[in-house]
């Protein structure tokens, strides 16, 4: 059975060695004003430095450049996307068709990966990006099972699934935390509010609490739980798909190293061994209950969700 690629997000650049000799094949990073929701920020200069030391150990380095750009920043993409193509990133991960115009100009053979969080849904959709250039589709995190095995066995481009960590509910490019707190007369400066991610919004009928934080992208409103489906890898891997990621963010350092080890040990287990897999699974996602933070329990996202039409 065909290993799928084990893609983390580093909080830091000395993250890379430790999570690649955990059994990291790739790893996403970025810097706030051009990829959304990274799970640490990364210079020009730590980029450099990341793809370096992730290249010494035959990983691959994807930088994110997934947030909307307004006309103000459309200038910068040129630029940008020429600083990674001299340090050798081995792809772009892109939603706005800005930056696939820019990349066709500056750096015509860079790989881009087509994510735009929610749209892609189907696999008609992801072959169309596919034509326009795009080598893998990131697909939402509102998919059910059957219907992302159902998109691989259609799709002509790469499909990356997200298998573990929080997911985003909501986003706007609005300052809502900023407005509130200066309709509450309670002015708290921008830059505070970006370091203040222990802040949630509390909904008593569903008993949940929601992560909310604010940066140079908006506000962001997450998942209350995180998804986990360490147990339950064995289909996606069997239909082929090609990239499996863990989303560190809002995450320590140690919390993603301690998950990659455990989805590396699952990945190689079921490629080699369905069956022992299947018999051990129960184990691993005990076992990724145990590093849970108190208030982040786990459950299986919208894979076994139905689908109501």
Not at 70 to 79: F, G, Q, R, S
Not at 183 to 201: A, D, H, P, S, T
Not at 214 to 236: A, F, K, R, V
Request: glycine content about 6%; aromatic content about 10%.
């Amino acid at each position: 059975m065909k290993k799928p690629e084990l893609l983390v997000t580093p909080a830091c650049v000395s993250d890379i060695e430790p999570l690649a000799s955990a059994g990291a094949d790739a790893f996403m990073i970025g810097e706030e004003r051009y990829g959304l929701r990274l799970a640490g920020e990364f210079s020009r200069e730590d980029v450099g430095e990341a793809i370096k030391v992730a290249h010494k150990h035959n990983k691959k380095v994807y930088v994110a450049m997934n947030a909307l750009f307004h006309n103000d920043k459309i200038a910068e993409l040129d630029d940008y996307i020429a600083f990674l193509k001299d340090r050798g990133a081995d792809a772009i991960v892109f939603g706005d068709p800005a930056v696939l115009m820019a990349a066709r100009e500056v750096a015509p053979e860079m790989k881009l990966h087509w994510n735009t969080e929610t749209t892609a849904t189907n696999w008609y959709t992801c072959n169309y990006w596919g034509r326009k250039g795009a080598k893998r589709a990131v697909l939402a995190r509102e998919l059910s099972m059957d219907s992302i095995v159902e998109m691989k066995e259609h799709a002509e481009v790469e499909i990356e699934v997200q298998v573990h960590g929080m997911t985003c509910m909501f986003q706007s490019k609005r300052s809502l935390l900023g407005n509130y707190f200066e309709y509450q007369g309670k002015v708290m400066e921008i830059e505070n509010r970006k370091e203040q991610r222990n802040m949630f919004l509390h909904d008593e009928e569903r008993h949940n609490k929601y992560p909310i934080f604010e940066d140079g992208n908006g506000t962001h409103i997450m998942s209350p739980n995180d998804m986990c489906i360490i147990d339950e890898l064995g289909e996606m891997m069997e239909a082929g798909v090609d990239s499996f990621k863990i989303d560190g963010v809002m995450k320590s350092s140690a919390y993603i190293l301690e998950v990659t080890k455990l989805y590396r040990m699952a990945i190689d287990l079921c490629a080699e061994d369905e069956e022992r897999y299947e018999e051990q699974k129960d184990e691993f996602l005990e076992e990724a209950k145990g590093k849970q933070p108190d208030n982040r329990p786990l459950d299986t996202g919208f894979f076994f969700k139905e689908t109501v039409y």
